[in-house]
């Protein structure tokens, strides 16, 4: 191929995936009124109502202004617009075909830690969600960059599903289904929790940091 058509092809498959990116931001959303009092709930009714996944990472040094948020024709750009206008410490940024929202400022956040290698099913068996998302936690949070992320921050995890709290890593058995296997290499927590949310089909996940100190953090997708 000559150098041409190298420089074509690369400037078409570059603008390519600017538009793929920028699809989901402008895609319409029906009318939509919402009022919550914290961003997470209504980025998770947003989540739900408009079929868009959205990863979001908690803000815990400063406090949420409630939001009451009403469009008529919107685009799922406004709709986080209005998010981030009433919020300002916060931001998004469209990834992976997930929108991510996040603090502007967030030092040393796990989700931010990027792991070499690691592996991700694609299950056949959707009734087996919840399952199949605790074992790809466990996956990820025993790595060795996130197992050495913990012991440098002194910042743990455990892992809610359902009302239980099970340990990371302890296997959870499940009926034989058909399963694919997916290797990522080079890639943050962040982009891991967006593929899995979209294999599992889900629409929303949020990581946070909780208990006295803020010694544990959480993962929940929905």
């Known amino acids: ?115 070499s290698k690691i592996d991700i099913m694609e299950e056949s068996n959707q009734d087996y969600n919840d399952v199949y998302r605790f074992n790809a936690y466990g996956n990820l949070l025993h790595t060795p960059e996130a197992k050495h992320w913990s012991e440098r921050t002194g910042i743990n995890s455990r892992i809610m599903l359902g009302t239980s709290i099970l340990v990371p890593g302890q296997g959870v058995e499940v009926p034989k289904v058909i399963e694919t296997r997916h290797t990522l290499t080079n890639v943050t927590a962040r982009t891991y929790m967006n593929e899995l949310m979209k294999l599992t089909k889900s629409y929303y996940w949020v990581y946070n940091l909780y208990g006295n100190g803020n010694q544990y953090f959480d993962l929940q997708m929905n």
């Not at 919550?36 to 803000?59: M, T, Y």
């Open 1 to 115: 191929m000559g150098m041409k058509c190298k420089v074509l092809l690369t400037a078409f498959l570059t603008f390519s995936c600017i538009i793929a990116r920028a699809q989901l931001a402008n895609q319409p959303v029906a009318p939509l009124k919402i009022e919550e009092s914290k961003v997470s709930s209504a980025l998770r009714k947003f989540s739900e109502q408009a079929q868009v996944p959205i990863g979001f990472e908690e803000d815990l040094n400063k406090a949420d202004t409630p939001l009451k948020i009403s469009l008529t024709t919107a685009t799922v750009k406004d709709f986080l617009a209005a998010v981030v206008a009433a919020n300002p410490n916060y931001t998004w940024v469209e990834q992976d075909g997930v929108i991510n929202v996040m603090p502007i400022h967030r030092p040393d956040s796990f989700l931010d830690v990027t792991i």
